[in-house]
């Protein structure tokens, strides 16, 4: 099972900041959160990972809260193309294995 | 682009077909990891591998089977195929094993279609 959880969808305005939260409350002390996102049925494309301070590349930022049991992705400014479903995943490292476990994530619409 | 090269894009085949799905990771790369994704669902992991070897395991059918070639390509087999086997399957691949300081880069899958 997925180790996030994530709201099923959200909308956002064109040009707004969208905000997509996400609860990782059993990370463990050395674990990355991660962020992707799918257009349609690309790839699932990477965009930014952390493990606690906040980062922030050419496509969002990342807000770790300081227990790291829950984040934020921030899009700045959202445009249409930034329409997607949005998963975050924290490697499950149970059972002796690493596995990226993809959860159901949310679906964003930037509308006009 | 993300240098995960994922053949052949599209397969169409019938029930009770053997079919072969390659992957080509990003240059340096070592770790191969194949995902499902069936008609709106999410992506299921099936299996992984590092310099070769298999590493993890997922909901991998005993009909499935990969493997990862010594110059790193893999290949993943799917046997007595069911119409329920028809989805999407992504190729991703990473340089490092364990740190988990490491993305994952997807290629763009190939579509089966079992008719």
């Known amino acids: 099972d997925a180790k996030t959880t994530q709201p099923p969808s959200m909308d956002c305005a064109e040009g707004r900041a969208a905000n997509l939260p996400c609860n990782h409350s059993t990370i463990s002390g050395n674990e990355y959160v991660y962020w992707y996102r799918q257009i349609h049925s690309q790839g699932p494309q990477y965009i930014i990972h952390g493990l606690k301070n906040n980062e922030t590349n050419e496509m969002a930022s990342l807000i770790i809260t300081e227990d790291r049991k829950s984040s934020t992705l921030i899009l700045p400014h959202a445009t249409l193309r930034d329409t997607a479903v949005y998963y975050c995943?924290?490697?499950?490292?149970?059972?002796?294995?690493?596995?990226?476990?993809f959860g159901t994530g949310t679906r964003l619409k930037v509308l006009a | 682009d993300s240098g995960v090269t994922q053949t052949p894009k599209h397969l169409i085949t019938a029930t009770g077909q053997r079919v072969t799905l390659r992957c080509s990771p990003r240059s340096g790369d070592l770790s191969v990891y194949w995902y499902q994704q069936s008609l709106d669902q999410g992506l299921q992991f099936l299996i992984q591998?590092?310099?070769?070897?298999?590493?993890a395991k997922g909901n991998i059918l005993e009909r499935f089977s990969a493997q990862q070639f010594p110059d790193l390509h893999s290949e993943l087999n799917l046997s007595s195929l069911e119409l329920g086997d028809s989805a999407l399957y992504f190729c991703a691949s990473s340089s490092n094993r364990d740190t988990g300081d490491s993305p994952l880069h997807f290629g763009n899958g190939t579509r089966l279609t079992v008719t």
């Open positions: 995943i924290v490697r499950d490292s149970t059972s002796g294995t690493y596995k990226y476990i």
């Open positions: 591998y590092y310099n070769g070897e298999e590493r």
